[in-house]
Every structure is written in structure tokens, then in C-alpha cells.
């Protein structure tokens, strides 16, 4: 450093060297970071990444376009067709599904029609049921034609009164109205199943299916409410007298109805027909008749107290 003399004293010069060389080395390194570098980095990786589900889809679609994998795909199709076809062939030998809308192709002219027949079936005089195109015409087209409908109904309704009677005695739980639904339903299939053991024992000849059983079979539910309603209202006598008047009701109902399809065409139209069979036919007639009072008063005499 050089000093040279001023009027207060000495002034320090600075090395102008020192100074040259401090600012080539600013020069020389760099203020900022470049960051070009990462930024193209950044950009290629997200073309990279974008170019990923690009180069996924197509081979994807090069798997999809592939004959064997659309083979593959057209077999099991096949496959699941036939199983589905296979499933409702066997249920249909069971429960035929697809009749079952005839059972309830109902409307209220014909449940009406239907509620009076089986109250009082005394004055009806043709019990035959009407074909067309030897097919049996809906059920809302003519009132001898079995349904579904009055017997689901009635059996709700019947579960529902009974709860009502037991609620009226302090008994009700669910685990007892259970125990009714159940039991009032095991008793029908129970006594469906022996119809149709009896009809295959006679070798009747008939044109009922297990439906139309079912449907003969429901309809007491109608006479049931009547006589727990009634006792509910007017007590254990009422309950006697308008049971007694629907069990002769659903007697008669049956034995009109059952007989033109059990019954040879002469033994039918009442005259007299000898031999075995229509004997066995006759009693076998009487006999699921009979069990209509009994399942009647079976399944409503614990109801009323």
C-alpha cells in the first residue's frame, strides 16, 4: 500500500491490483445457479410421464385387439348364457316363474267376485273355468280361475290379525307372531305336498298344477279372518258362528271346484259312475274338503279367549 501526504496527513491508496483481480474473479463465477438444465430435465421426465398411460393404453388396446383374448371373451359369454339358461330350465321344473303372472293378472271387480264366492258359493251355478285357445282365460276374466293374490293377501292379513289378537291379550312378542307366521305357512306346504302325494298314489288324470293347489289351499285364510275379526269384536260366540258359516262356506267351495278336476266328466256332472278309481278320486275330493274346517279352526282357536 502506498501513502502519500495530504494536508490533514496520510491517505491510503488502494491496490488497485488487488482490485482488478477481486473483480475477475466476480467475473468468473456465477451470481445465480443456472437452473436451465433441471427445467429441460423436469420437461422431459413430464413427457416422459405423459407418454407412461399413452404407451399403457395402446398396449392395452393391442391385448384387447388380440384374436385370441376376444376368443376368450366370446367363450365366456357363451359360458355364462348356458349356466343362466341352465338355472332357470331347473327352477322353472320347480316354481314356474314364468306363469306366475297369470296368478295375478287380478283386478278388483274380480277379487271382489271372488270374496263373495267364497263367503256364500251356494247360489253359483257354473264352476267350470273358461278356456281360450286351450288356454285358461286370466283370472280377472273369470271368477272360477285360481289366483295368487287372495291367498298372499289373506295369509298377510291372517298374520297381521293374529298379532293384533295376541296384542289385545298381553301375549304379543315378535318371537310368538313369528312363530305363527310360520307355523300357519309350514301347515299349508305340508298340506300340498299330501294333495299332490295322494293324486300321484290315485293316478288322477288332471290338469291341477302345484300352484293351483296352492291357490285352493289359500283361500281358508279368507274364512279365518273372518272369524278372528268377529271374535275380536264381539267375543268367543260371534268368533264360533261366523267360523262354522265359512268353514261350510270353503266346504262347499272345494268339493264345486275340485270335483271338475278330479272327477271323470260323468261323475262330474253328478251321475253315478262305478269303478275304483272315481271312488278314490271321490273320497280323495272329500277328503281335501274335509281338511279345510280343520286347518281353520287348528290354526285361530288360540287367537280368541
Given at each position: 500500500?502506498?501513502?502519500?501526504?495530504t494536508?490533514?496527513?496520510?491517505?491510503?491508496?488502494?491496490?488497485?491490483?488487488?482490485?482488478?483481480?477481486?473483480?475477475?474473479?466476480l467475473?468468473?463465477?456465477?451470481?445465480?445457479?443456472?437452473?436451465?438444465?433441471?427445467?429441460?430435465?423436469?420437461?422431459?421426465?413430464?413427457s416422459?410421464?405423459?407418454?407412461?398411460?399413452?404407451?399403457?393404453?395402446?398396449?392395452?388396446?393391442?391385448?384387447?385387439?388380440?384374436?385370441?383374448?376376444?376368443?376368450a371373451?366370446?367363450?365366456?359369454?357363451?359360458l355364462?348364457?348356458?349356466?343362466?339358461?341352465?338355472?332357470?330350465?331347473?327352477?322353472?321344473?320347480?316354481?314356474?316363474?314364468?306363469?306366475?303372472?297369470?296368478?295375478?293378472?287380478?283386478?278388483?271387480?274380480?277379487?271382489?267376485?271372488?270374496?263373495?264366492?267364497?263367503?256364500?258359493?251356494?247360489?253359483?251355478?257354473?264352476?267350470?273355468?273358461?278356456?281360450?285357445?286351450?288356454?285358461?282365460?286370466?283370472?280377472?276374466?273369470?271368477?272360477?280361475?285360481?289366483?295368487?293374490?287372495?291367498?298372499?293377501?289373506?295369509?298377510?292379513?291372517?298374520?297381521?290379525?293374529?298379532?293384533?289378537?295376541?296384542?289385545?291379550?298381553?301375549?304379543?312378542?315378535?318371537?310368538?307372531?313369528?312363530?305363527?307366521?310360520?307355523?300357519?305357512?309350514?301347515?299349508?306346504?305340508?298340506?300340498?305336498?299330501?294333495?299332490?302325494?295322494?293324486?300321484?298314489?290315485?293316478?288322477?288324470?288332471t290338469?291341477?298344477?302345484?300352484?293351483?293347489?296352492?291357490?285352493?289351499?289359500g283361500?281358508?285364510?279368507?274364512?279365518?279372518?273372518?272369524?278372528?275379526?268377529?271374535?275380536?269384536?264381539?267375543?268367543?260366540?260371534?268368533?264360533?258362528?261366523?267360523?262354522?258359516?265359512?268353514?261350510?262356506?270353503?266346504?262347499?267351495?272345494?268339493?264345486?271346484?275340485l270335483?271338475?278336476?278330479?272327477?271323470?266328466?260323468?261323475?262330474?256332472?253328478?251321475?253315478?259312475?262305478?269303478?275304483?278309481?272315481?271312488?278314490?278320486?271321490?273320497?280323495?275330493?272329500?277328503?281335501?274338503?274335509?281338511?279345510?274346517?280343520?286347518?281353520?279352526?287348528?290354526?285361530?282357536?288360540?287367537?280368541?279367549?
Open positions: 500500500m502506498d501513502y502519500t501526504p494536508q490533514s496527513g496520510f491517505r491510503q491508496q488502494p491496490n488497485m491490483r488487488q482490485r482488478n483481480s477481486s473483480a475477475d474473479g467475473e468468473g463465477s456465477q451470481l445465480f445457479e443456472d437452473t436451465s438444465g433441471a427445467a429441460h430435465g423436469l420437461q422431459t421426465g413430464y416422459n410421464q405423459q407418454a407412461g398411460p399413452q404407451a399403457a393404453g395402446f398396449t392395452g388396446q393391442s391385448i384387447l385387439s388380440d384374436p385370441m383374448s376376444n376368443l371373451m366370446a367363450y365366456g359369454s357363451s355364462a348364457s348356458q349356466g343362466r339358461e341352465m338355472v332357470d330350465k331347473n327352477l322353472d321344473r320347480f316354481i314356474p316363474i314364468s306363469k306366475m303372472k297369470y296368478y295375478f293378472a287380478v283386478d278388483t271387480v274380480y277379487v271382489g267376485k271372488k270374496l263373495g264366492l267364497l263367503v256364500f258359493p251356494y247360489m253359483h251355478e257354473n264352476w267350470e273355468v273358461r278356456y281360450q285357445q286351450d288356454t285358461p282365460v286370466a283370472p280377472r276374466f273369470d271368477v272360477n280361475a285360481p289366483d295368487l293374490y287372495i291367498p298372499a293377501m289373506g295369509f298377510i292379513t291372517y298374520v297381521l290379525v293374529a298379532g293384533l289378537a295376541l296384542g289385545t291379550q298381553n301375549r304379543f312378542s315378535p318371537e310368538l307372531l313369528g312363530v305363527q307366521a310360520s307355523s300357519a305357512f309350514v301347515w299349508l306346504i305340508m298340506e300340498v305336498l299330501a294333495v299332490l302325494l295322494s293324486l300321484y298314489l290315485v293316478t288322477a288324470n290338469d291341477l298344477t302345484t300352484i293351483d293347489l296352492l291357490a285352493f289351499s283361500y281358508k285364510y279368507v274364512g279365518m279372518i273372518i272369524g278372528v275379526v268377529a271374535g275380536l269384536l264381539f267375543g268367543r260366540p260371534a268368533y264360533y258362528l261366523s267360523l262354522l258359516w265359512c268353514c261350510a262356506a270353503i266346504f262347499v267351495f272345494m268339493i264345486r271346484t270335483r271338475l278336476k278330479l272327477l271323470s266328466d260323468a261323475a262330474a256332472e253328478g251321475r253315478l259312475v262305478r269303478g275304483t278309481r272315481n271312488q278314490l278320486r271321490m273320497y280323495l275330493t272329500m277328503s281335501i274338503a274335509a281338511a279345510q274346517p280343520i286347518f281353520m279352526y287348528w290354526l285361530t282357536y288360540h287367537l280368541i279367549r
